[in-house]
C-alpha cells in the first residue's frame, strides 16, 4: 500500500528557508487524481494544513502562508517537496505529508506519513 | 486560535458513548459536507475515521459515527474501550481551495 516519508533538516535558523521532502513508495505518485499536503502541528496544539499540489504542479495553498509557500512535486523521483521562507519561531512544529484531500475520498486526507520535526532556532 | 471549535477534553465510560462537537461557520462546516475526523495517539500522525460527514474508510469500526447539524459536525464513538482514549481532530473544507482544522479534543474513557 502506499507509504509516505518525510525527510529534511530537524533544525533551521531563522529568518531561512525551511525545506521538506516526502517521498512516496507503493504506488505512483501520478496515478489516479490525488493530491499531496504538507499539514503541521506545533507542539500540544492543533493541526494547521499548509497546502496541497497535484501531479501537474497545480498548487493551492492556506491564505496566511501562501506569501511564504512553495509547494511542488518531482513525479520522475516520486516525491513532493515544501519551502517554508522568512521562518520564525513560530514555525516550530512536527510537519506532516498526506494525501488529499481530493474527491476521490471526500476531500479529506487518507494516508499520512510519520511526520518530521522542525526546530527554528539560532 | 484554530479555525473550528472543539471542546479540549471529553470523556464517557467503558462501553458508553461519548460525541464529539466541532463547530464552525456557514463558510466551512455548514456550507459544505466535506467534514472529516482523525484519531491520533501520542507521537503518532493522525488517522482519518471519518470523511464526507458520515463515511468510514475501510477497517475503521462502526462504533465510529459522524454526523452534522447547521454548522457543528459531530463525532460519536459508542462502546467506548480503553484503546479509544487518544486525541481527535476535525476538519472541514472552508471554500476557496482552503482546508481547516479544529483544535483537537483529548477523550478519557473513565
Known amino acids: 500500500q502506499v507509504q509516505l516519508q518525510e525527510s529534511g533538516p530537524g533544525l533551521v535558523k531563522p529568518s531561512q528557508t525551511l525545506s521538506l521532502t516526502c517521498t512516496v513508495s507503493g504506488g505512483s505518485i501520478s496515478s489516479g487524481t490525488y493530491y499531496w499536503s504538507w499539514i503541521r502541528q506545533p507542539a500540544g496544539k492543533g493541526l494547521e494544513w499548509i497546502g496541497r499540489v497535484f501531479t501537474t504542479g497545480s498548487t493551492n495553498y492556506t491564505p496566511s502562508l501562501k506569501s511564504r509557500v512553495t509547494i511542488s512535486v518531482d513525479t520522475s523521483k516520486n516525491l513532493f517537496s515544501l519551502k517554508l521562507s522568512s521562518v520564525t519561531a513560530a514555525d516550530t512544529a512536527m510537519y506532516y505529508c498526506a494525501r488529499g484531500p481530493g474527491a476521490d475520498r471526500g476531500f479529506a486526507f487518507d494516508i499520512w506519513g510519520q511526520g518530521t520535526m522542525v526546530t527554528v532556532s539560532s | 486560535q484554530s479555525a473550528l471549535t472543539q471542546p479540549p477534553s471529553a470523556s464517557g465510560s467503558l462501553g458508553q458513548s461519548v460525541t464529539i462537537s466541532c463547530t464552525g461557520t456557514s463558510n466551512d462546516v455548514g456550507g459544505y459536507d466535506y467534514v472529516s475526523w482523525y484519531q491520533q495517539h501520542p507521537g503518532k500522525a493522525p488517522k482519518l475515521v471519518i470523511y464526507?460527514?458520515?463515511k468510514r474508510p475501510s477497517g475503521v469500526p462502526d462504533r465510529f459515527s459522524g454526523s452534522k447539524s447547521d454548522n457543528t459536525a459531530s463525532l460519536t464513538v459508542s462502546g467506548l474501550q480503553a484503546e479509544d482514549e487518544v486525541d481527535y481532530y476535525c476538519s472541514s473544507y472552508a471554500g476557496s481551495n482552503n482546508w481547516v482544522f479544529g483544535g483537537g479534543t483529548k477523550l478519557t474513557v473513565l
Open positions: 464526507e460527514v458520515t
